[in-house]
């Protein structure tokens, strides 16, 4: 039962900005926006996470909406490496991440 | 500093035979989880310790599977009597704490069984 709804794959250019969308309708109030990204033939990496301000680090920005109800990660310029499935994930304290299909990003040159 | 590092990185083993795969958490990482991809699929949660009790079993798959932590650090996982629906890429992971914690994974463990 995955809390999460993202598209299926989305395709960007290089040098281009990236907005990748997630829905969570049914998030809870104690529910952190978490999101990972798994390039071909490696775990899972830590992107960004937040809960209710919009966040940003050196690898993105997490803009989070006014009814926490949706979320979208920013990659403010998409290279090659960026080529992965991204995973939007709530996660409230003590508890596994439950990873569903995410989103493969392509990156074209 | 060094990363989460998992042991072996391949294994191919006979249907039937027991495998035992090792996770090395980083130091100082007081939560460790196991999860689990097959081909083509998502990951999927196995286990998770905190320190070294295991409060959240419930993804273990059957009862072949089991796992322990020792010194609040390394973690075992053994499959018994593999079959070959257990062919996978076991990852481990680990976070200062549990939850809202970012985690850290290892490159995985690849195990086909034939």
């Not at chain 1, 301000?53 to 979320?71: F, Q």
């Not at chain 1, 990660?73 to 991440?97: E, F, K, Q, W």
């Not at chain 2, 097959?38 to 320190?51: A, M, N, P, R, V």
Request: glycine share 8%; with cysteine; net charge neutral.
């Amino acid at each position: 039962d995955a809390k999460t709804t993202q598209p299926n794959s989305m395709e960007s250019n290089e040098e281009e900005p990236v907005h990748l969308p997630c829905n969570h309708s049914t998030i809870s109030g104690t529910d952190y926006i978490h999101w990972y990204r798994q390039l071909p033939s490696q775990g899972p990496e830590y992107v960004i996470h937040g809960l209710t301000s919009n966040v940003n680090n050196r690898m993105a920005s997490l803009a989070i909406a006014e009814d926490r109800k949706s979320s979208t990660l920013i990659l403010h310029r998409a290279t090659l490496r960026d080529a992965a499935v991204y995973y939007c994930i709530l996660s409230s304290g003590n508890t596994p991440l439950v990873f569903g299909k995410g989103t493969r990003l392509s990156v074209i040159a | 500093g060094a990363g989460v590092s998992q042991s072996p990185s391949n294994k191919v083993t006979e249907k039937g035979k027991d495998v035992e795969l090792r996770c090395d958490p980083i130091s100082g990482h007081t939560a460790l989880y196991w999860y689990r991809q097959s081909l083509g699929q998502g990951l999927e949660f196995l286990i998770y310790f905190q320190g070294n009790s295991a409060p959240d079993k419930s993804g273990l798959p059957s009862d072949r599977f089991s796992a322990e932590r020792t010194g609040g650090s390394v973690s075992t996982l053994t499959i018994q009597r593999t079959q070959q629906e257990d062919s996978a890429v076991y990852l481990c992971a680990s976070s200062r704490t549990s939850g809202r914690g970012e985690q850290f994974f290892g490159p995985g463990t690849r195990l086909t069984v034939l």
